[in-house]
Each structure stands twice: as structure tokens, then as C-alpha cells.
């Protein structure tokens, strides 16, 4: 179903969706649908504008932070552990540019998580570090920064909510949603038809043999964390803009929330494999059941515990399909 | 000896890799106290089915019982019945001698304690010739043999009743071999142990071995005294038909013309030492030499994946020293892997993502990927390796092991290189792919007038696929001859003993 097998016809027009290495993918895609309809139909009152767009506002953040996240595991380094102290550094940065405007707040915020995952990806790419450690250091670093530059409190915003923090294209569509959709599209386009994109998942199937083919490692290996750091801060600025806060609680869940939807949706740890579109149905998977859970009124120790477990069935499904190919 | 009941007795085992079947339905009885040598060319399945009956790699199919008892297959065999003594050394050097004995011992208890054991590991050295090194010495003092025999005396301190030698005289000079075979002979004598032993070189099966079994492409060919096979039938039974001896195909070399490649004071110290070197557009080249000859150091210097190598490289008169493995592909120098799986191809992409990886710049246009010019060129690349097309989406993984190589070497030619530079080009491939894949060398040398260099250790492969052979013993350049004035004999003594000067 990748952009190079479509180079040659497929034995029949749904074997690829079924294939080992697409069959977690599809399944989830599948699930997400099939649970929505399922809530619309026995829920009362889950199918209006408002339910509708409180999944889409809880996904978009997440989504944004998670495919930034799979670039970072696809090209084969797992994950990066410094996505929350970013966002949370990034929704302060946010708030205290808001006097520049929406765009203008948007862009600092990013060019700061861009600069931290530039640093981290020089690191790991360039003088090759264990890329767990680097982030996990990298995040205490950030988080310190961030507190000292907000003195540790909470900073709010002047003036009334923005376009960005809840406004909306169409009732129950937040322009939010508009700017993750965006953002996947994009990724899911660098990723599968560009050159870079290539490489990067190359570099994740197998990175000694990506260094002997002479492909450009070290620069996508860099460039997938400046993905990571980008996305985070954007999660982070679009929170700040939904609350109008910015704190060093934004963000808190957000390493696990992003590695959770990347995960369900059918990206291997191990990198290599897997497709930006299937972090947004992992992403939306998790939002739509967590949205279940809590008009069914059960409690946040229940949606945590429910979250832990789709990501161990996951990984599961995922060890189980891969010892089969083999 | 063959009367008795065996003591290990294996049916119809089969095991597949991905797409490669390494054994397919392999039968094999051990007397109690013989000498058993394991025979094939690489691929055949020596390894796989030492680790079967080791119980590391659990088979597809099949069953096996030592001693009487059916033992379940997969899980590590005890090792008072069947102990293994590795290819790779499992000795760690730095744990003491008495350590390394009694590494993974089922009589340790939770607490380790020395005492008890010292006397009975002390026997143990002793009876495999140890008897002049201390238990605690330490075992990155011992030599490469006095290591081999730490590891024996492992299996024998386990009471083993079965010793399976993966290979154990690879790494050992010719006084030390004689050493380790005397062991297993008292050990065989004095103990009744029974003996696998894999061994790539025939004079070895002859001068220790009971009996003899060959496999080839998987499958058991033949379990014979030893007294009863000539030299000539058991290398039939390994490559399945004669060797070819006097065929030899004719040199495209282009004479008259500047060399591809020079070598100007080109070294690594320490490891090797190349006298200038000079090679003809067209000209195919095998690089022999034994592990730490450096001959495949060589290889892989040329190529840029050497840091620390002096001299200077030219390609067709115009000086090009690669400093790493992107500047190579630049200059027009392309290198295939030895360890396909490791390093040589992407096994869970595409064949044809394959194909294509190491020029993706010629099939994208502003950054972007052309999906029809992807095809176009993975179709035509694996036309010319006689890949199927059709299988072009379809992940390496899903090959045989010979197809594979074709991706791994087609990915290589992809970038259109004077010189290519291949180590050990068909280890691990059957015999057809192989006469496959040196007709399509040849054509590359002939028709593009492509300059080959390669190392193997295979003789046969050397001998066939080659025009002219360089021989390395020791770091240094021992022969460098014609095709046609060389033969195995020859190859091997300089290989083994380096110049006549300094064979002692």
C-alpha cells in the first residue's frame, strides 16, 4: 500500500490492507469508525458539535505532538521523552507573544521547539548518543529553563480567546482539527514521497546498511528531531491557546499520550515501519474511546488504565505479527 | 561401529529462514565414542543444524533423542548429554580461567563459590593439555588454541556425552591444531565422548574423523566411513558434481589503456601492507587471504570504510582516495557487504525500494520521489539480475538467500561504479544462483568494462570467478599471478604459510 508498491499491481485490491505489515493499521482504522457509529447510535447526545469538536480539540494537540514523535521512531530511535517540558515550555512562550498575535505567537513558539530538537538531534545524530538518555536529559533541561523563565507561575493571556484557541471552520470543526489534518497530510507526504522520507524510513529498517548505501543519515536523523521538537511546541501553543494559560502542566501526559497513539496505530518501535496516517487513527482511536469513557461518567484513574492497556495489546499485536513473518 | 544404537539420532529436520530454506529433512545417527566430521560448502546447513541439536534454533520439523530419551527441540539441550563449543569464541576475557569452566555449570548454586570445583576443573584442564595454566589466570592471557581448549574443557567439566565443534580450527596455527586434535582423540579414546566436528578443510576430516557426513543445499547427501571416501568423492558430495579443473573463462581485462585502479603506498598498520597495485578496466580480481591476513581489510579500505589508511587511490589516472563510504560512491567506487542480512540490504523493504536506495537522487526531481521512475529502473536492474519483476513490491526478506544477493549486489550496480568491490560475493548462495551471479560479473567486467575486486574465502569461488588472484598471509602481499598460474594447492599453501621464506 506504500507509494512503492503501488510501482507494480497487488494480487488482489485488498491484500495489501491485510498484509502482516498492515493488518494492526487497518484494524484500527476500522475500530475508530466502527466505535463512533456505535456511540452515536447508544449515547445520547454524543453526536452533537460540541462532543464532537472536545474529540477533535483532544486529538489535534496529541496528533500534532505524535506524528512529530513517529518521525523520530520511524527513522529508528525510538522515542523522545522531552515532548511534555517542551510543550509545556512552548505554551509559555505562546502566551507571553500573544501580544504579537496568533501567528506571530505560533511561529516563536515553534522556533523554540525547533532549536530544542535541533540541539537533540545534533546530538544523537551528530556525536551519536544514546537517543533515550539525550531526551530524557534534554527534557529536564527544558523544563528547568522553561520554569526559570516563568518564574515557575502560570502565565495568562490578555485579552479574549483567539480564532486558534476556539474558533471554528464549521460547527463542530475547531480550526484546530483544520491544522492537524494539515500538518498530516504534510508528514504523510514528506515521509512517503520524498526523497528525505526515503531515507529516513530506510535509515529506520536498518540503519547499518543505510550508512553502507551512502544515504544521508545523520541529516534525517537531525531533521526528525526538529520534527519531534516542532510538533511538541505546537501542541503546546495550541493548548495555551484553547486555555489561555501557559504552565508547566501543559503537557504532562503528552510523552505518553503521543507514544500511546503513534503505538496503537500500528508504528513498529523498531522503526522502519508504519505511516503517518496511521498515527492520526491511532490518535483518534484513543480520543474517541477516551471521549466514551467520559460521558459514560468513569473516572481518570479508568481512562488511564484504559490507555495503558490498548498500548499493551499494541505492542502485543505487534511482537506477535512480527515473530510470524519470520 | 555403525551396528551399535546410536547415541544421538535425528529425523527430518527442517528449518527455513524468511525465504530460505536452510535445512530441508535432515537425518543423522552418532555412535557412542566416534569422531564425526560435518562436510559442505557454506550455506549448507552445518551451522544451522549444530544449533538445532543444540537446541539455540528451533526447527520448522523433525525430532531428535540422545541417549534413548526424546528431547524437546528448541530449548537448550542439558549439558551433561550435549554441550557445543562455538564458532564464535563464548570465552570472556575478563574472567579468570576457573570462570570461564564454569560459565552456565548446572551444579552452581545461587552463590557462587571457587572450592568446591577447583579440583575437578584442574582434572579438566589437565586432560585437555592445559595443565601448564593456572585456574585464575586470567583468560585474556591464553592464546587463540589455549582458549579453543578452555572452551572444550567447558563441555567436558559438564560431563558432555556428545561435543559439537563448530569450526574450532578456523583461527589456529597449524602446531595448535595438532594440539586440540590430540585432546579429542584421548577424549574419544579415554571418555567414549562422541565428536562433531565441522571443518571446512578436508585434510582435517582425513586425519581425525571415523565418519563422515556431507550435506548440501540442506539436505543429507551422504554418512560414510572416512577409510571408504577418497578426497576426490567427498568434494563431489559436497558441490554435487565434479570440479572443474583447467576451465577457465577467458579475461576481459583492457590492455593498452591507463589502470582503473593504482595503489600508491596504500596501508593500514597493523593490518596491512599492499604493495603498489595496478588493475586494468575489465579486469576481475580475487583478494585471498585467511581472517587476519587483511586481505578483506584491503577490501574494505578501498571502498573508504578504513579510517587510518595511508597512500593514495587513483581511478583511471586521476587520484581519488575515498576518506568514507559516501566519497567512494562519488568517485565510482560501489562495495557489496559480506553480511547481506546485517548490513548489505534493507530485508523488510521492498525489492525494488531496494534497488533503487543508492541512487535515489537519479529517481527524484526536486526532492520528490518518482514512483515511475522507480519502477523503471528497479525493473530494469532486476531484469538484468534475473529477478522476477513482478516480485518487485514484495520485501527481500521474502527471497532465498541467492536473491537476495542479487538485490544486494543489483543495489551496488545501480550506481554504475568503475570499480566494484564485493566481499565474499555468494556466501551463503546455492549453486545455481552462484553460477548465475559470476556470469552476470563477467558481463558486467566484459560489456561495461567494470573492474572487480573481491575477497573470498571460498576456493572454488576464487578459482572460477576470477582472472587473476592476490594472495595475503599475514598483512602482506604473497602472490600476485594470473588466473591461469595458480590452483588450490598453491592458493592454499600461500595462504597458510605465506612466502616460502617464512614457512618454518
Known amino acids: 500500500m506504500s507509494t512503492q508498491s503501488r510501482s507494480a499491481p497487488l494480487p488482489g485490491p485488498l491484500s495489501g490492507l491485510f498484509a502482516p505489515a498492515r493488518v494492526q493499521a487497518t484494524v484500527i482504522q476500522i475500530a475508530t469508525v466502527a466505535m463512533f457509529l456505535l456511540a452515536c447510535l447508544t449515547v445520547d447526545n454524543y453526536a452533537t458539535a460540541s462532543n464532537i469538536a472536545s474529540i477533535l480539540y483532544a486529538a489535534s494537540t496529541v496528533g500534532i505532538a505524535a506524528v512529530g514523535l513517529a518521525s523520530v521512531t520511524i527513522s529508528g530511535n525510538l522515542f523522545a521523552l522531552s515532548l511534555g517540558s517542551t510543550a509545556a515550555f512552548a505554551s509559555i512562550i505562546y502566551i507571553q507573544l500573544s501580544g504579537l498575535g496568533v501567528i506571530g505567537a505560533l511561529l516563536g513558539s515553534l522556533a523554540l521547539g525547533v532549536v530544542f530538537g535541533l540541539i537533540q538531534g545534533i546530538v544523537v545524530g551528530l556525536l551519536r548518543c544514546n537517543a533515550i538518555i539525550t531526551t530524557i536529559a534534554a527534557s529536564s533541561l527544558i523544563a528547568g529553563l522553561a520554569t526559570a523563565f516563568s518564574g515557575g507561575r502560570t502565565v495568562l493571556a490578555t485579552g479574549g480567546p483567539s480564532w486558534l484557541g476556539n474558533g471554528a471552520i464549521l460547527p463542530g470543526i475547531p480550526w484546530q482539527a483544520v491544522i492537524f489534518l494539515v500538518v498530516v497530510v504534510v508528514a504523510e507526504l514528506l515521509l512517503q514521497r520524498s526523497r528525505t522520507g526515503w531515507e529516513l524510513r530506510l535509515r529506520g529498517t536498518n540503519p547499518a546498511a543505510a550508512e553502507l548505501a551512502g544515504l544521508r543519515t545523520r541529516r534525517v536523523v537531525v531533521l526528525s528531531y526538529v520534527l519531534a521538537g516542532a510538533g511538541a511546541a505546537m501542541a503546546g501553543a495550541l493548548i495555551a491557546a484553547q486555555s489561555g494559560t501557559g504552565n508547566m502542566r501543559v503537557g504532562a501526559d503528552l510523552d505518553f499520550s503521543a507514544i500511546a497513539a503513534m503505538l496503537v496505530g500500528g508504528v513498529a518501535i523498531s522503526g522502519g515501519r508504519g505511516r503517518i496516517i496511521d498515527v492520526a487513527a491511532g490518535t483518534l482511536f484513543l480520543a474517541v474511546l477516551t471521549n466514551i469513557l467520559l460521558v459514560n461518567n468513569f473516572a481518570y484513574e479508568v481512562q488511564l488504565m484504559i490507555k495503558g492497556l490498548a498500548v499493551l495489546v499494541a505492542v502485543t499485536a505487534g511482537a506477535l505479527l512480527s515473530r510470524k513473518k519470520r | ?504
Open chain 2, 1 to 504: 561401529m555403525t551396528t551399535r544404537a546410536p547415541l544421538l539420532s535425528a529425523r527430518g529436520l527442517k528449518k527455513s529462514y524468511g525465504g530460505v530454506q536452510a535445512l530441508r529433512g535432515m537425518d543423522i545417527d552418532l555412535a557412542e565414542g566416534e569422531i564425526h566430521g560435518l562436510c559442505g560448502e557454506n550455506g549448507a546447513g552445518k551451522s544451522t543444524l549444530v544449533k538445532i541439536l543444540g537446541g539455540f534454533v528451533t526447527p520448522d520439523d523433525g525430532e531428535l533423542g540422545i541417549a534413548g530419551q526424546i528431547v524437546p527441540l528448541g530449548r537448550p539441550v542439558d549439558p551433561a548429554l550435549l554441550s557445543i563449543v562455538h564458532q564464535e569464541l563464548s570465552i570472556i576475557p575478563h574472567l579468570s580461567v576457573i570462570d570461564n569452566v564454569m560459565m552456565g555449570a548446572r551444579d552452581v548454586r545461587a552463590l557462587y563459590r571457587r572450592g568446591p570445583f577447583r579440583a575437578h576443573v584442574r582434572q579438566t584442564l589437565d586432560a585437555v593439555g592445559l595443565q601448564h595454566v593456572p585456574l585464575d589466570l586470567l583468560a585474556e592471557k591464553l592464546t587463540l588454541a589455549e582458549r579453543q581448549l578452555v572452551e572444550i574443557a567447558r563441555g567436558i567439566a559438564r560431563g558432555a556425552r556428545v561435543l559439537l565443534l563448530d569450526e574450532p580450527t578456523a583461527t589456529l596455527s597449524d602446531g595448535e591444531i595438532e594440539k586440540v586434535f590430540a585432546v579429542l582423540r584421548r577424549l574419544k579414546s579415554e571418555n567414549a565422548t562422541t565428536i562433531v566436528i565441522i571443518s571446512h578443510r578436508l585434510n582435517e576430516i582425513f586425519a581425525l574423523t571415523d565418519r563422515v557426513t556431507v550435506l548440501r543445499s540442506g539436505r543429507h547427501i551422504l554418512t560414510a566411513d572416512t577409510a571408504d571416501l577418497t578426497s576426490d568423492a567427498l568434494v563431489r558430495a559436497m558441490i554435487g558434481h565434479e570440479v572443474k579443473t583447467g576451465e577457465i573463462a577467458p579475461s576481459h581485462a583492457r590492455v593498452g589503456v591507463a589502470p582503473r585502479l593504482a595503489l600508491k603506498d596504500w596501508s593500514l598498520p597493523g593490518r596491512f601492507a599492499a604493495p603498489d597495485l595496478s588493475v586494468q578496466p575489465g579486469e576481475i580480481v580475487a583478494l585471498v587471504g585467511q581472517l587476519g591476513s587483511g586481505a578483506d581489510m584491503l577490501l574494505e579500505s578501498l571502498a573508504g570504510l578504513k579510517p587510518g589508511t595511508r597512500g593514495t587511490l587513483s581511478l583511471d589516472g586521476t587520484e581519488a582516495t575515498p576518506r568514507s563510504i559516501p566519497e567512494a560512491y562519488a568517485a565510482g567506487i560501489a562495495y557489496v557487504s559480506e553480511d547481506r542480512a546485517a548490513r548489505g540490504v534493507f530485508l523488510d523493504a521492498p525489492i525494488g525500494t531496494n534497488l533503487v536506495s543508492q541512487v535515489l537522487g537519479r529517481v527524484s526531481r526536486a526532492g520528490r520521489v518518482l514512483p515511475s521512475a522507480v519502477t523503471a529502473l528497479a525493473t530494469e536492474l532486476a531484469q538484468s539480475f534475473a529477478i522476477d519483476p513482478a516480485r518487485l513490491p514484495h520485501e527481500v526478506s521474502t527471497l532465498s538467500g541467492g536473491n537476495q544477493q542479487k538485490v544486494s549486489l543489483g543495489k551496488a550496480v545501480a550506481l554504475g561504479p568503475r570499480l566494484l568491490l564485493l566481499n565474499e560475493p555468494t556466501r551463503g548462495v546455492d549453486i545455481g544462483a552462484r553460477s548465475e551471479i559470476y556470469a552476470r560479473l563477467r558481463a558486467l567486467a566484459e560489456r561495461d568494462a567494470m573492474t572487480l575486486l573481491f575477497y573470498s574465502t571460498d576456493l572454488e569461488e576464487v578459482l572460477e570467478a576470477s582472472d587473476r588472484v592476490i594472495t595475503f598471509y599475514r598483512g602482506a602481499m604473497v602472490r600476485d599471478a594470473a588466473r591461469a598460474e595458480v590452483d588450490a594447492d598453491s592458493i592454499l599453501h600461500d595462504i597458510l604459510h605465506g612466502p616460502d621464506e617464512v614457512a618454518a
